[in-house]
Structures are given as structure tokens and as C-alpha cells.
């Protein structure tokens, strides 16, 4: 069949002397007979009608909040970015992406595990025990037996690298065998920028820049090969508050910082958010009769969304509390 369709009309008509008509209908029953995917129209892509499934699916963040801010949550084919300051509470977000993403994916889940790739501090693992402890308080949304079956801790693998050379080797072997058998599909790695941190020199910019377009092709190809999302944690630097490229990247936020890396890795990513920490503290008590935790829970955060093709630049505030991380409502701006 696709001889037939590489040949022209004429050509296909002087090999097999049919006529003109009956090519014309060898054609068309050939091309409907090998169509894989039918045809979709704008209107049907805006109402929602996309026969495409994986492109409406999203990744809960654990929080309606949240995940009403991000359209749903995080998308399930590309590069996440989670940037921001220190305490601002990314890994806090990160751990409970691993906790949600073991959920039925009715419940916004993938029900499956994830690996968390620590470049820096030690995996925060009593962090991660409380916050599966109170996964039932957290998750008041799906049945306490659905919450009680699921194994947590079993399902999060922890990976430590220190330098590029141990990073290539676990995207290019460790993380291919896990998403292959299905026991993962969602990949954090806590940070991307402490990689370069050392190993590149300013001199050396141009291979700093072929490595971050080398690492970014192959966490697209695994995310999309398994459909499964890439979360990236990276720092911030200082940045001039008059230049012009600030002022693209700083979002409607007024920010005297910007995402490490530079350009380079800004083009490997699917969607950019910001967090930081405000100057506001909060009632220890939630309008949800919810008591915030005296050391952390009080300081109210906010998350933005600098880039995403799908979303405006908009931005709500959030808590985090011995339950996990809570988005404020009506404080979408």
C-alpha cells in the first residue's frame, strides 16, 4: 500500500493500465485503509473534543488550588520547571508530586511511582514519611481505603548523583529500565543547575550549552516515549531589574531574580513556574478549620506561571502545612 501512494496518478496508471477513475478510487482506498488517527478540527480541539487523550490528561498537584492554577496540573509529556529561591518550598512540591502520582488517574494520578534524582542534599526522606501520614487529610477527596492500599514509600526510587558523568549515566540507563517495565512514570530531579554549578567554567559556556541541549533531548524523548512528566528543580540568580531580558523573563511579577541557566535550558522547557516566599504571615487557623504547622504553615508562598503554552501569566498563593502544600483560594491573580 505505501508503493501505491508514492506513485503519482500517471505513473501508477501507465504500470497497471487502469484507468483514470479506477486510480483515483485505488488511491483513496488505500490512503483510509492505513489512516491511524482521525481528523480533528479547531472546534472540536477548543470544546474540549480532542480524541487525543494523553493531551488532556495532567498530573495532579494534590491540591484543587492548585491544579484549577495550572489547568488541571502538570502535563504529562514534557519539562516542568519548579524555580526559585532557597525555603521557597520546591522540594516540598516535588515529594508530593510523588505521593499523587501513585493515585488512580481518575483521582488525577498515574498509579505509579516516581524517582526522585538528588544532585545536592540528601533525599528529605522524614519529610516524606509525614507527608505520607497524612495523605488521608491531604487527599479528603478520594476514599480512605483507596489511600490505605497504596504503598507509598515502596514506590519512590531515590537516585544520588554528584557530577554530569553520573547524571548522563542514569538518564541514558537506570531510567529507561524503570519506565519500560512500567514501575515509574514521573521523573524529579532536585536540582539541574547544582550540576553545572562546578563542572563548567564561564569560559566553557559553549560545552555547558551542548550539554544542557543534550540532557534536555533525552528527558523529552523518555517523557514523551512514555508519557510520562519531567519535573526540574532549578535556582535563581541575580538579575538587573532594567534590562530586557529581566523583564521577559521575570513574568507580572516585580522579581530581582532570575531561572539559572540562561536561555540554553529555557528552550528545553515545556512550562516554567516560579515560587517564592512573601513578607505575609497567616492565622495559624484556616478558614477550612485546618491548623498550619507553627514553623512553616504561617508563611505565605505564591506560585507563578511564567511560561506555559497552554496557560496565562497568572499566580495564586500557597501554604505548607504537616498535611502538604495548599494552594489559598482567591488568590488567583
Known amino acids: 500500500m505505501k508503493e501505491i501512494l508514492k506513485l503519482s496518478g500517471p505513473d501508477l496508471q501507465r504500470l497497471t493500465k487502469l484507468s483514470n477513475r479506477d486510480v483515483h478510487y485505488l488511491h483513496k482506498t488505500v490512503a483510509a485503509a492505513i489512516k491511524s488517527d482521525p481528523v480533528v478540527t479547531a472546534l472540536q480541539i477548543y470544546n474540549g473534543q480532542c480524541p487525543f487523550p494523553t493531551q488532556n490528561q495532567r498530573l495532579s498537584m494534590g491540591c484543587p488550588v492548585l491544579d484549577l492554577l495550572l489547568g488541571g496540573g502538570i502535563p504529562l509529556m514534557g519539562i516542568t520547571e519548579i524555580v526559585g529561591e532557597s525555603s521557597s518550598g520546591k522540594t516540598q512540591i516535588c515529594m508530593q508530586l510523588c505521593l499523587s502520582v501513585q493515585f488512580p488517574c481518575n483521582y488525577g494520578g498515574q498509579e505509579s511511582g516516581a524517582v526522585y534524582i538528588c544532585t545536592e542534599d540528601t533525599f528529605p526522606n522524614k519529610r516524606l514519611q509525614q507527608l505520607i501520614a497524612f495523605q488521608p487529610v491531604l487527599r479528603a477527596d478520594v476514599p480512605a481505603d483507596v489511600v490505605n492500599n497504596i504503598k507509598f514509600g515502596n514506590n519512590i526510587f531515590i537516585e544520588h548523583v554528584a557530577d554530569v558523568e553520573s547524571f548522563n549515566h542514569c538518564l541514558s540507563k537506570r531510567l529507561p529500565i524503570l ?102 504571615y497567616i492565622e495559624d487557623e484556616l478558614p477550612d478549620g485546618n491548623v498550619c504547622d507553627s514553623n512553616t504553615g504561617t508563611v505565605l508562598r505564591r506560585m507563578e506561571i511564567i511560561f506555559a503554552p497552554h496557560l496565562p501569566q497568572t499566580f495564586c498563593n500557597y501554604i505548607i502545612s504537616k498535611e502538604g502544600v495548599r494552594g489559598m483560594k482567591g488568590t488567583e491573580v
Open 179 to 280: 519506565l519500560s517495565r512500567g514501575l515509574i512514570r514521573l521523573v524529579v530531579i532536585d536540582s539541574i543547575a547544582a550540576l553545572f554549578r562546578c563542572e563548567y567554567a564561564a569560559s566553557n559556556s559553549i560545552a555547558k550549552a551542548r550539554r544542557l541541549q543534550e540532557f534536555g533531548a533525552m528527558l523529552h524523548h523518555l517523557s514523551h516515549r512514555f508519557t510520562s512528566p519531567v519535573i526540574c528543580v532549578n535556582q535563581v540568580a541575580d538579575a538587573v531589574s532594567d534590562s530586557h531580558l529581566a523583564q521577559n523573563q521575570l513574568g507580572i511579577l516585580d522579581r530581582k531574580v532570575l531561572p539559572a541557566l540562561g536561555l540554553t535550558w529555557s528552550n528545553q522547557l515545556l512550562m516554567r513556574l516560579m515560587v517564592s516566599r512573601t513578607q505575609i
